[in-house]
């Protein structure tokens, strides 16, 4: 079972940076959005927990002036609850719009921080590339080698089914596959 085991990476591996590392105003927007969500959450959770304590604890029926008067108890705080209601969903609505905003300048900003960090994994990608097109030119001598054998036994005219022969034809045609143009498109596009 050791074929199984996961082998320890010699060096880091790595690091895609995300939006926010690449571009300053993007992390900005990020950030003031996790802000504005939080305010958010917290507004919502007050606001129930309001209107709990306005089902559970009903202001009296009649103004605290009258209760006052008539000499009952007056709990002031109750009847300033429902014009905290209702600030709370004012400012809970508003915060909700600023969510809105900033979520559709992030929108406009994603392309730029996107080109960002193209520009940060660029070198890294093109490395990577480039040992993809050494294993694929690697893959292709080594299909020439094999063809070459299945070429002498077409030539002498052996019925080579027998032996039975595999042949790579996910690589495309030995003289414009796959690999051909997959090494002209990363040449074209400047990793190699």
Do not use: W
């Not at 705080?77 to 014009?83: D, E, I």
């Amino acid at each position: 079972m050791a074929l199984l085991k996961k082998s320890v990476p010699a060096t880091e591996p790595f690091r895609i940076p995300t939006l926010a590392e690449a571009d300053a105003d993007y992390a900005a927007m990020e950030a003031k959005l996790a802000e504005l969500n939080a305010q958010l959450a917290a507004t919502k959770a007050e606001d129930r927990s309001l209107e709990r304590d306005i089902l559970a604890r009903p202001a009296p029926g009649i103004r605290s002036g009258v209760a006052e008067l008539l000499g009952d108890a007056v709990d002031i705080s109750l009847h300033g609850r429902p014009a905290r209601l209702q600030d709370l969903r004012r400012k809970a609505s508003d915060i909700e719009a600023a969510i809105e905003i900033i979520r559709r300048r992030m929108a406009d900003r994603r392309s730029i921080a996107s080109v960002a960090a193209c520009k940060a994994v660029r070198d890294e990608y093109g490395r990577r590339v480039r040992a993809i097109i050494t294993a694929l030119e690697a893959v292709a001598a080594a299909r020439a080698d094999a063809e070459q054998i299945l070429d002498g036994l077409e030539r002498e005219d052996v019925q080579y089914g027998y032996l039975p022969p595999l042949r790579p034809t996910f690589l495309g045609t030995i003289g414009d596959g796959h690999i051909d143009r997959y090494i002209r498109s990363a040449t074209e596009a400047g990793y190699v």
